[in-house]
T-cell receptor, first 111, second 115 residues
């Protein structure tokens, strides 16, 4: 069953701009993860944020988590054409055996 | 460098054929997963395995079975392929423990077309 829902479904920006993607979920989580998928390829893990963390950075990525609103955001700063991909949030829900993925945000970064 | 390898990137099969999708990981991970990915539906879990010889149904197990005879290998089997099983199939693995669900490592995917 779908737990996380990304917003927007698609995002088109120019190189150098920032890209923000949001994820909302329904039930309490242990942690939330973001993955990236290049067209026709497998998913690659980007970052994990635990339920007791509010913000996390990794290179040009910044993830926030607001458990009161049941939402997370992924910010990619100074986007590059190579960032063009689909981005998925995935939630680790207590008592559930695996991650539950959203449907993804398709990001297009134009040169 | 950690690796999850799926045996075929692209397959074309006929309705009614038996199809095997193989996945091998070299990270000594206990847990392995099979997802399918369809446009507009995201990733849906088919089956997973906590360890050798163990298997658990995911959200959409109908029409599929799995085999985990060795720790590194997790096979997805379509007993009698149907056109509605045309999809991208993704294998993933993880090492359990540390009290939370850590990251999944994915293979490159197998795109199956059933005619």
């Amino acid at each position: 069953s779908q737990q996380g829902e990304e917003d927007p479904q698609a995002l088109s920006i120019q190189e150098g701009e920032n890209a923000t993607m949001n994820c909302s979920y329904k039930t309490s989580i242990n942690n939330l993860q973001w993955y990236r998928q290049n067209s026709g390829r497998g998913l690659v893990h980007l970052i994990l944020i635990r339920s007791n963390e509010r913000e996390k950075h990794s290179g040009r990525l910044r993830v926030t988590l607001d458990t009161s609103k049941k939402s997370s955001s992924l910010l990619i700063t100074a986007s590059r054409a190579a960032d063009t991909a689909s981005y998925f949030c995935a939630t680790d829900v207590s008592g559930y055996s695996t991650l539950t993925f959203g449907k993804g945000t398709m990001l297009l970064v134009s040169p | 460098d950690v690796k999850v390898t799926q045996s075929s990137r692209y397959l074309v099969k006929r309705t009614g054929e038996k199809v095997f999708l193989e996945c091998v990981q070299d990270m000594d991970h206990e847990n392995m997963f099979w997802y399918r990915q369809d446009p507009g539906l995201g990733l849906r879990l088919i089956y997973f395995s906590y360890d050798v010889k163990m298997k658990e149904k995911g959200d959409i197990p109908e029409g599929y079975s799995v085999s985990r005879e060795k720790k590194e290998r997790f096979s997805l089997i379509l007993e009698s392929a149907s056109t509605n099983q045309t999809s991208m199939y993704l294998c993933a693995s993880r090492h359990p423990g540390r009290g939370f669900f850590g990251e999944l490592f994915f293979g490159e995917g197998s795109r199956l077309t059933v005619l």
